[in-house]
């Protein structure tokens, strides 16, 4: 009997394994020029990391995260997120007695035990930024501002910001009971999953996607009336700044995050491409987790995007970066397949990627497999060029060929591929 993947598990290969390369790439690139450098956590943490940092009452603790009691008899969880493991390697290591302010990026697995769906799968992959240790509201304009370029460099135009102001864990416990008791006289329009956020989370009806709840929520009391002039003016400047770094954005009122630590600004980016679950990206500032994890009152911002769905929003690549630069060689005979293994090698260390059929099939086989693998040139080897020092040289992508000198091979392929 075949073992099959568990389910909401997926294999990575072909046109989705060369978007996720191209992903972690760029994310490299571009977040490094924003100053961040790469954090890597476990994928395994003691379950009380996360429910501390994510509430008890979340979705995720509650219902989600996977866990189970190790051999030492540890309670410990497969990681549903990335921001908490940043802020315990954060204090863990340090880095807040270390360094005034520190930024951090990360890509990788999570987890989480819930219906599998387009783009949302239980072991689903995320790359994230975090800014700890930092309360400027330009910190925030600059998280968001890094995410938007992501996704310009990455092809993923059509996007769009959403912003909105949750405000201090104190000027929340007001607006909670208010808004408590508003949604309690319209129960009989709720959805079931609303009726149980009512009792463990009421910030949550402001963004289910049901069309009755969405409707009693259009009329609810919004935030900004329980606000204090420091948070109003916290969120005026990191609008501010988005404007001066020419980020569009749009305020959504009813827009708040199911992670019990986010204050201040949130922020979701969404995609056409999503349908009705449309976020791709989503983060905020969450000013308190420090602090609650034993450090000192620090300011701290991120974000955290999906790549399962990032991918459903990104054109398929037709080729990998390293088919576009790489040689096949296509030999004919004994002597010539040991040449051509030797160049392979040689090709190899000066840093160009190279392939070639070990089953010594025939030329026209071989010439099949170049063309299967996109390779930008083919070198053919056989006794006639072996004799004259003379290879062909062949440019899969126009179909023209030359002869060579094969003692310069090496050398005029890298310059070819502008290899070093």
């Known amino acids: 009997m075949k073992i099959q993947r568990l389910r909401g598990m997926h294999d990575l290969y072909g046109a989705d394994a060369l978007k996720f390369e191209r992903m972690e790439r760029v994310a490299r690139g571009v977040f490094a020029r924003f100053g961040f450098e790469e954090l890597r956590t476990p994928l395994l943490e003691d379950k009380e990391l996360f429910s501390r940092a994510l509430g008890t009452d979340?979705?995720?603790?509650?219902?989600?995260?996977?866990?189970?009691?190790?051999?030492?008899?540890?309670?410990?969880?497969?990681?549903?997120?990335?921001?908490?493991?940043?802020?315990?390697?954060?204090l863990e290591n340090e880095f807040d007695k270390r360094e005034g302010l520190s930024k951090f990026y990360y890509m990788g697995a999570m987890f989480r035990s819930e219906r599998p769906q387009a783009g949302r799968l239980r072991q689903f992959h995320q790359i994230g930024v975090e800014q700890l240790g930092i309360d400027s509201p330009y910190a925030d304009a600059e998280t968001i501002h890094a995410l938007t370029v992501f996704l310009d460099e990455i092809g993923a135009s059509g996007y769009k910001v959403k912003l909105n102001n949750l405000g201090t864990f104190e000027e929340r416990k007001e607006y909670r009971t208010e808004?408590?008791?508003?949604?309690?006289?319209?129960?009989?329009?709720?959805?079931?999953?609303?009726?149980?956020?009512?009792?463990?989370?009421?910030?949550?009806?402001?963004?289910?996607?049901?069309?009755?709840?969405?409707?009693?929520?259009?009329?609810?009391?919004?935030?900004?009336?329980?606000?204090?002039?420091?948070?109003?003016?916290?969120?005026?400047?990191?609008?501010?700044?988005?404007?001066d770094l020419g980020v569009a954005h749009t305020e959504d009122p009813f827009m708040v995050r199911g992670l019990d630590?986010?204050?201040?600004?949130?922020?979701?980016?969404?995609?056409?491409?999503?349908?009705?679950?449309?976020?791709?990206?989503?983060?905020?500032?969450?000013?308190?987790?420090?602090?609650?994890?034993?450090?000192?009152?620090?300011?701290?911002?991120?974000?955290?995007?999906?790549?399962?769905?990032?991918?459903?929003?990104?054109?398929?690549?037709?080729?990998?970066?390293?088919?576009e630069n790489s040689v096949f060689i296509v030999t004919l005979g004994e002597e010539a397949f040991t040449a051509g293994f030797k160049l392979m090698s040689q090709l190899r260390a000066s840093g160009v990627c190279a392939s070639m059929d070990l089953s010594s099939k025939s030329m026209k086989s071989q010439m099949r497999l170049a063309d299967r693998t996109q390779s930008a040139f083919s070198i053919i080897l056989g006794e006639n060029e072996l004799n004259s020092g003379r290879w062909v040289l062949k440019n899969m992508k126009v179909g023209s060929q030359e002869t060579i000198d094969g003692a310069d091979c090496v050398s005029l392929l890298q310059k070819r591929l502008g290899k070093r």
Request: proline residues 5%; glycine residues 8%; aromatic residues 8%.
């Open 58 to 90: 979340t979705d995720v603790v509650q219902k989600e995260m996977y866990e189970f009691t190790d051999r030492s008899k540890v309670r410990v969880a497969m990681r549903p997120e990335g921001t908490a493991g940043v802020v315990r390697a954060y």
């Open 179 to 243: 808004l408590a008791g508003y949604f309690t006289r319209h129960k009989d329009k709720l959805c079931e999953d609303c009726l149980e956020r009512l009792e463990r989370n009421v910030f949550r009806l402001l963004d289910c996607k049901v069309q009755s709840c969405r409707e009693v929520a259009k009329d609810s009391p919004p935030i900004k009336n329980y606000l204090m002039p420091a948070s109003r003016t916290h969120y005026d400047k990191v609008r501010k700044g988005l404007q």
């Open 261 to 323: 630590y986010y204050t201040l600004t949130v922020f979701e980016l969404t995609h056409p491409k999503l349908g009705a679950q449309d976020a791709v990206a989503a983060g905020g500032r969450y000013d308190s987790l420090i602090a609650a994890f034993g450090g000192p009152p620090s300011g701290a911002v991120g974000f955290a995007l999906g790549m399962e769905r990032l991918a459903m929003c990104m054109e398929a690549p037709q080729v990998s970066d390293v088919s």
